[in-house]
């Protein structure tokens, strides 16, 4: 529902929409004339004003106008029995929202109206995950002040004004979604579209769909034309997570964009254009990829342009406080706790621990630790990060961190520890054995020799955050 305003000298046409919309849940205000509109303007807000063309004193095109300068955000819909095409034209151009030839049905209104309000509804979220976006993107507002991300930081700022294509390197979780989108945002590039793509998430036909779009009928379930990414980032920027997950045909095409900016639709024969800059992100190795023939070597050197590496978080300790208080005061807000920041202990433990899933796995952590927080300030029991188990697993799984009164065998609390250290790291035997600070050398040793079994299939990470 919205606050309507209702200009018209015909006053039963005007009292008749503003029954008829107050009826329907707006709150409609009426103004009699052209002069009395203007004032009501001055007065107060509007989503939507309906003003005749022709009235007595000012006419709606004054209305028009001084709606356009006093509320730039309120739809105005101008009605009219003696319409003309330069005058439909004329309103169009001044910014009206429609134009409405009289006679007209009120439910035919009641649609516009509401057609108004969304509209305007969008563009007002719109214009605000702009400022917000503009205001995470910004270098000052970035977290963190460790040598290892200012120096990225200083390679970010430089190839930001340029439309080199840059490649993102480094583990799951370190922000290189984060690095992308600053690029983007504070180059020429910013007034534009910033699109991403996970080319992990999708399946190789739905990827090529996805980032080329396709025409009614080019595959089963195609019922209608769509518009790629690289369409839709046209002027701006597209930016490709995961990249080494792509399949050899549809870097193929990729390389083809990169090197002469057209491409077609999945169907289509038309040969469209784009400008767009590319930047890439992946955590896997793609010149060892490329030496083993997964991944194209012309498209690689076409992507490695400029090339940052994302310190992992176990390399920026001296950012993990801060980051820890950015999280947790954005939790706090979210979840309406009155929580004001870190215990001494759980700091401490922040610091000690080797974050293996990187600034994501402490974003979670901190949330689940302001959800699960009955105090002042989240506490290092809170936090429960990486409790080894120094006995045998007790039936519901959880970690034990006591020896119990029977005793337990030194080698079982050893083995305890690997398999935690290991559930931690993500069965990634170097991270585990980075926790328990011992080489891979002599962590492959102990789970041979203690018998512990690995899962077949590990989890995959999906997509990176900040």
């Not at 004193?57 to 300068?69: C, E, K, Q, S, Y």
């Not at 490709?240 to 169907?267: C, Y």
């Not at 896997?284 to 070597?297: D, H, I, K, T, W």
């Amino acid at each position: 529902m919205g606050r309507i305003l209702v200009a018209d000298d015909h006053d039963s046409l005007r009292r008749g929409l503003t029954r008829a919309l107050a009826d329907a849940g707006h709150d409609v205000d009426e103004a009699p004339n052209g002069l009395a509109a203007i004032e009501k303007l001055h007065e107060g807000q509007f989503d939507v004003i309906l003003s005749d063309v022709r009235m007595g004193g000012a006419d709606g095109m004054d209305v028009l106008r001084t709606a356009r300068a006093l509320q730039p955000n309120a739809a105005v819909i101008l009605m009219t029995a003696f319409g003309s095409i330069n005058t439909a034209v004329e309103a169009m151009r001044i910014g009206a929202f429609d134009f409405v030839q009289k006679p007209f049905e009120i439910e035919e209104m009641e649609v516009k109206i509401e057609k108004a309000i969304e509209h305007r509804r969008l563009r007002h979220e719109i214009e605000y995950l702009r400022h917000t976006q503009q205001d995470i993107y910004d270098f000052n507002r970035i977290v963190g002040a460790s040598g290892a991300l200012t120096s990225v930081l200083e390679i970010v700022r430089k190839v930001a004004r340029s439309n080199t294509t840059v490649l993102i390197r480094g583990e799951t979780g370190t922000g290189k979604e984060l690095i992308a989108g600053a690029i983007h945002h504070n180059s020429h590039r910013s007034g534009r579209n910033f699109v991403k793509v996970n080319c992990a998430a999708l399946q190789e036909n739905l990827l090529e769909s996805e980032l080329f779009g396709h025409e009614k009928g080019a595959f089963t379930g195609a019922d209608k034309q769509r518009v790629g990414r690289f369409e839709q980032a046209d002027g701006g920027t597209l930016f490709l997570d995961e990249i080494g997950d792509m399949s050899p045909n549809t870097q193929a095409k990729i390389l083809r964009v990169l090197q002469e900016h057209e491409f077609e639709r999945l169907g289509g024969t038309r040969t469209l254009r784009s400008d767009v800059r590319v930047i890439t992100a992946t955590n896997r190795n793609l010149p060892q990829m490329v030496a083993n023939g997964q991944f194209r070597e012309d498209l690689y050197y076409r992507l490695n342009v400029v090339s940052i590496e994302m310190p992992p978080l176990r390399e920026r300790k001296d950012d993990v406080g801060a980051l820890a208080t950015f999280f947790l005061r954005r939790f706090a807000s979210e979840l309406k706790k009155r929580v004001d920041g870190l215990s001494p202990d759980a700091l401490k433990l922040l610091m000690r621990y080797n974050w293996p899933g990187n600034i994501r796995e402490l974003e979670n952590s901190i949330e689940r630790a302001v959800l699960l927080s009955d105090g002042s300030q989240v506490t290092s029991s809170d936090l429960r990060l990486g409790e080894l188990s120094t006995s045998a697993p007790s039936s519901d799984g959880s970690p034990v961190v006591k020896i119990p009164p029977t005793g337990i065998a030194l080698e079982e609390i050893e083995r305890q520890a690997l398999i935690e250290a290991l559930k931690m790291s993500n069965w990634v035997q170097k991270d585990a054995a980075e926790l328990l600070s011992i080489s891979p050398r002599v962590m492959n040793y102990k789970i041979k020799t203690l018998n512990i079994e690995l899962p077949r299939r590990r989890m995959q990470p999906t997509s990176d955050v900040a």
